[in-house]
Structures are given as structure tokens and as C-alpha cells.
């Protein structure tokens, strides 16, 4: 708690991360989850991509087309992230 006398724009709650996981949890509740760790780790890779698309304002599923077909119009997400963190303080997110 004493960080943020340090660094006032820092939030002194965790909402942010838990509206984050709250649709995954969901997902995962009524699907009763994976068969197999491949199964994990495509719902959660999926599950990620969708969530970065969503805060940078990217279409997932045309974002995951393109990608697929190889036609580069959309920036790659880790450029995206990159360039975001040179624009914020530390400890301020964006609006997600």
C-alpha cells in the first residue's frame, strides 16, 4: 500500500484484474473446462488473443484471419503492446 505515496496513479484496488479473467472464469464454468493440457493451453492462448484485440480496439476474428492467410494488414499485437507501454506512466493502464 505505501507504493502508491510513491506513485499516486497507481489504483488501490484490483478490479482491473478481475474484470480481466471474469469472462474466461465464466467460459470455463459452464464448459466444465479442457479434456487434454493441448486443450488448455489453446482456450487460454485463444482466450488471451481475444482479450488484447478487445483493448487495442482489433476485430479478433479479423485480426486471426489475417494472421491465418498471411495478408500482414493488421500490426502484430507484441508491436501494439510495445509502443502502449512507452506512452503510459508506470502503473497507469489503459481504459480496458
Known amino acids: 500500500m505505501l507504493l502508491v505515496l510513491d506513485d499516486p496513479s497507481l489504483p488501490l484496488h484490483n478490479n482491473l484484474s478481475e474484470s480481466q479473467i471474469r469472462e474466461y472464469v465464466k467460459r470455463r464454468k459452464v ?3 479442457t479434456r487434454s ?6 482456450r487460454d492462448t485463444f482466450a ?5 484485440c478487445r483493448l487495442y480496439g ?11 492467410t498471411g495478408n ?3 500490426p502484430r499485437l507484441a508491436n501494439l503492446i510495445e509502443k502502449a ?3 503510459l506512466p508506470c502503473g497507469v493502464c489503459s481504459s480496458y
Open 31 to 33: 464448459s466444465g473446462g
Open 37 to 42: 493440457d493441448a486443450g488448455r493451453q489453446c
Open 48 to 52: 488471451s488473443l481475444k482479450k488484447t
Open 58 to 68: 482489433l476485430s479478433f476474428w479479423d485480426y486471426l484471419t489475417d494472421r491465418l
Open 72 to 74: 500482414a494488414l493488421f
Open 85 to 87: 507501454s512507452h506512452n
